[in-house]
């Protein structure tokens, strides 16, 4: 009997979509899980038929975090537990800060410990409203490396380590008060909220896309004066699709862009 794959993955347009396929385990994040999604995202970004990355969960969760039962495992066999810093290559979360194509995080349920810095790895959230978040690392003595940097850069940091101090649930009002989320939609039509923004955003030129990620993700925290003058990605202004674009609008048709 062929077992199901842990990640499957499908086009639609120009959009990409990867469901983590554990939905027994909650799409807890297993390391043949890791591995698969961090294959699937450097694929797409030398696939340039993908424009857009999304993300979502087989079943009623999003993801559960890292498989406790792997660390159990490694525990009982007298192995040491290996974090975020001690991995030999790039992490799954490091993967999708570097990739050049953007990622949408479709939640389609709970978002809990790795899994919410999984969420908070991508660049857009589009929620059910049956979807909660939480960090609750503290109660597990672990240390939501990934959280405590980015959380606080993208919520107040007073407000992102109360989250983290105290391992609480955060209900989805809460989230979406403080900008963490930016669709919200019932279970029945969270996938049609979630694609119909990720077709809008990939019908736009697709180098000028990477542009804006590459220049977000890598000038964050900069100071001012540096991060103006920082270039990264493709030079999008000595592109064929910046004339293509400026045709298509002086002609009053919808552009044919070619990613390069």
Request: with cysteine; net charge neutral.
């Amino acid at each position: 009997m062929t077992a199901e794959p842990v990640l499957t993955i499908a086009d639609h347009g120009r959009v990409r979509l990867l469901t983590m396929n554990r939905p027994e385990r909650r799409n807890a994040l297993s390391k043949a899980l890791k591995t698969a999604l961090i294959e699937a995202i450097i694929d797409a970004d030398f696939d340039r038929s993908v424009t857009v990355l999304a993300i979502t969960g087989a079943g009623t969760a999003f993801c559960a975090g890292v498989d406790l039962k792997d660390a159990r495992e490694a525990d009982e066999d007298g192995g040491r537990y290996r974090g975020p810093l001690a991995e030999a290559e790039r992490t799954l979360f490091e993967t999708m800060i570097d990739s050049r194509k953007p990622i949408i995080g479709i939640l389609n349920g709970p978002a809990v410990a790795g899994g919410c810095e999984l969420a908070l790895a991508c660049d857009l959230r589009v929620a059910s409203n049956t979807a909660h978040l939480a960090l609750p690392e503290v109660k597990r003595g672990m240390g939501a490396h990934m959280a405590s940097v980015m959380l606080p850069q993208m919520v107040p940091p007073a407000i992102a380590m109360e989250w983290l101090y105290t391992g609480r649930k955060i209900e989805l009002a809460e989230a979406e008060r403080w900008g963490l989320v930016n669709r919200i939609a019932p279970p029945e039509r969270l996938m049609d909220v979630a694609m119909q923004l990720a077709w809008e955003m990939a019908e736009n030129a697709p180098l000028s896309l990477q542009r804006l990620k590459l220049t977000w993700r890598k000038a964050w925290g900069m100071p001012l004066h540096a991060a103006v003058r920082l270039d990264v990605g493709p030079d999008v202004y000595a592109s064929e699709d910046r004339k293509e674009g400026a045709r298509a609008f002086l002609e009053k048709r919808a552009p044919k862009w070619e990613g390069r």
